[in-house]
């Protein structure tokens, strides 16, 4: 598995007055740019938070770890999510990110320090590019706002490509169903991870690719493989 930042979205180019009008009258995401910068260096152990990580991080992993395990598990990573504003991410969502985001090393689903402040940092950048591309402030994402939002992100996805992936979100009936932040976040992850990979065989940006069995299956499998 490449680096968990490989499911950040690439640095978005975010307004200038980003931060000043998110959310207005409703704080929940006002920290969706915390003070953290990428380019500081946290501390290697995983035991720790740096001094510089955002507190809303360091509160919301310490209250949460209700085991004093030093790790976040399954439960704990979804109430540590939930007082940091991201009510609501499905069970499915929450495996997800712990298989995406946890150390290599650690056979157990969980998250340390270290992991949770990655996860923290891309969720707030997935979160600004979906406030951004709500453009009709649904509350959620449609085919042209998610069109728009991979290509902000230098994803240009054939339309054939863009119906699969909302089709997966649909409630059964057939019908199409608008992305909530939950679903955006899981499908744009799979989006940018895959092609992240693809481009690990497709060194020279032609679009093209050519792939062992094995190392296609051992590209894809981890993304459709059921969290629930
Ligand atoms: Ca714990
Ligand atoms: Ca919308």
């Avoid at 499905?90 to 056979?107: A, E, H, M």
């Avoid at 449609?142 to 240009?156: K, P, S, V």
Wanted: charged share 20%; glycine share 8%.
């Amino acid at each position: 598995m490449a680096s968990s930042n490989a499911y950040a979205p690439s640095a978005p180019e975010l307004p200038e007055s980003f931060g000043q009008h998110q959310y207005d009258g409703e704080n929940r995401y006002s920290y969706a740019y915390p003070l953290y910068q990428p380019t500081q260096q946290l501390s290697s152990s995983s035991g720790m938070f740096s001094p510089e990580t955002h507190p809303q991080i360091v509160r919301s992993f310490e209250s949460a770890d209700r085991d004093r395990s030093g790790f976040l598990e399954e439960s704990e990573l979804r109430q540590a999510l939930s007082l940091s504003g991201y009510e609501g991410i499905s069970n499915r969502t929450i495996r997800f990110l712990l298989f995406i985001y946890k150390s290599p090393g650690d056979s157990l689903l969980r998250l340390g320090p270290k992991e949770y402040v990655e996860l923290w940092n891309c969720l707030a950048q997935w979160r600004a590019i979906f406030d951004r591309y709500d453009r009709d402030r649904t509350g959620k994402i449609n085919a042209t706002e998610l069109r728009d939002a991979f290509f902000h992100l230098g994803y240009m996805l054939p339309t054939s490509v863009l119906q699969l992936i909302i089709s997966q979100f649909d409630d059964g009936t057939g019908k199409t169903v608008d992305l909530c932040f939950d679903s955006f976040l899981e499908c744009g992850m799979i989006v940018k991870g895959l092609t992240e990979k693809f481009k690990e065989n497709d060194p020279g940006y032609t679009g093209y690719a050519t792939l062992s069995y094995d190392v296609f299956m051992l590209m894809v499998i981890p993304f459709i493989v059921s969290y629930d």
